[in-house]
């Protein structure tokens, strides 16, 4: 982190990561953020529902696979979801 400008860089980087996915569930017909108002969303993690049509755990396996790891949703929740961390280290 520091190597590429510190906080400031890192915090940047995250908000532009977040915005990427919310920007693509705003624009999927089979997913949309988790929450809906967009000036309280989390800047680090972003939380995207799944439409019925599609298995979040087939989704998370298939990224698992691919080495993306720990997107699972809110289990206590019980929704169909993914959540992405968007912070780098």
């Known amino acids: 982190m520091n190597d590429n400008g510190g906080l400031s860089w890192a915090a940047n980087r995250s908000t532009m990561s977040s915005d990427h996915i919310y920007n693509w569930a705003e624009?999927?017909?089979?997913?949309?953020?988790?929450?809906?108002?967009?000036?309280?969303?989390?800047?680090?993690?972003?939380?995207?529902?799944?439409?019925?049509?599609?298995?979040?755990?087939?989704?998370?396996?298939?990224?698992?696979?691919n080495g993306i790891l720990d997107i699972g949703g809110y289990r206590k929740l019980g929704r169909n979801q993914l959540r992405i961390a968007t912070f780098r280290y």
Do not use: Y
């Open 27 to 65: 624009n999927h017909e089979l997913a949309e953020p988790f929450v809906t108002d967009s000036s309280i969303r989390s800047p680090v993690v972003s939380t995207i529902d799944l439409s019925a049509r599609v298995d979040a755990d087939e989704v998370i396996a298939i990224c698992r696979d």
